[in-house]
């Protein structure tokens, strides 16, 4: 085992204690999304070979290769891939082709899109909606007002399951503010359950995950704790 193996499996065993404890504090279970993102094939092999068999891309193309890549060279790896990313309309199909999940759906356009180009023999592709709990301008999302009409023209349909909600809340430096669209999701999510009975609450990351499970998220995103520290290659000059 490599250097870089090591310090995968041992993030991610650290990971997983802080989710248990959590959880067991809650009660429920709580899955893990290990996202990838920016880092290579081989580090989410590591990830696998160290247990992890839930992952998650943000970008369309790089997750699409890791799928190929896995599917090719580790075909006995069952892995499930959530896209968790915004998605454009010109991705839908390549993502609709290879992923399990779609955790950021926000318009009946890219849903319709996503269940026509699922394949004949895939199962349904379970799909989250993504809110934008916090208002905040820049971040995609449906507006908690928006969410029940949309949610019912998702879920009519064919080639789609709809697992539930999904949010990224604005960072926040105070606990009390940081809690607050976590405990508004939770409500909203509750509000909705049983019509569309839904059984997935997606929020928290790396820096949020324990306070996103006691306020009642059922999978978390982390992907700095467990890969570290991300490195974006510079932007081209205007």
């Not at 279970?29 to 920016?38: D, G, N, Q, R």
């Not at 940081?178 to 508004?184: D, G, I, V, Y």
Request: hydrophobic share 40%; charged share 30%; with cysteine.
């Amino acid at each position: 085992m490599t250097q870089r193996e090591e310090m995968i499996a041992k993030s991610l065993r650290a990971v997983r204690a802080r989710i248990r404890e959590a959880a067991d504090k809650k009660g429920g279970a709580v899955e893990l999304v290990a996202v990838s993102k920016t880092f290579p094939a081989e580090d989410v092999l590591a990830a696998a070979k160290a247990g992890q068999t839930v992952f998650g891309e943000n970008y369309a193309q790089e997750g699409c290769a890791k799928v190929d890549w896995f599917r090719e060279n580790h075909p006995e790896m069952k892995l499930v891939w959530h896209f968790i990313g915004p998605l454009q309309a010109n991705k839908t199909r390549q993502v609709a082709e290879r992923f399990d999940w779609v955790d950021s759906v926000d318009r009946l356009r890219i849903a319709k899109r996503l269940s026509e180009q699922r394949p004949e023999g895939l199962p349904p592709l379970n799909v989250l909606i993504e809110v934008n709990i916090s208002g905040e301008e820049s971040k995609s999302g449906v507006t908690p007002e928006e969410l029940p009409a949309l949610a019912r023209e998702i879920a009519a349909l064919p080639n789609l399951r709809v697992r539930g909600l999904m949010a990224i809340p604005e960072p926040e430096n105070n606990e009390e503010a940081r809690r607050r669209p976590l405990k508004a999701m939770r409500a909203l999510f509750d509000a909705h359950r049983s019509e569309f009975g839904w059984d997935t609450l997606s929020m928290g990351m790396s820096a949020d995950m324990v306070e996103a499970i006691e306020e009642g998220s059922t999978t978390v995103r982390v992907g700095s704790a467990i890969f570290g520290a991300r490195h974006y290659p510079p932007k081209a000059p205007a």
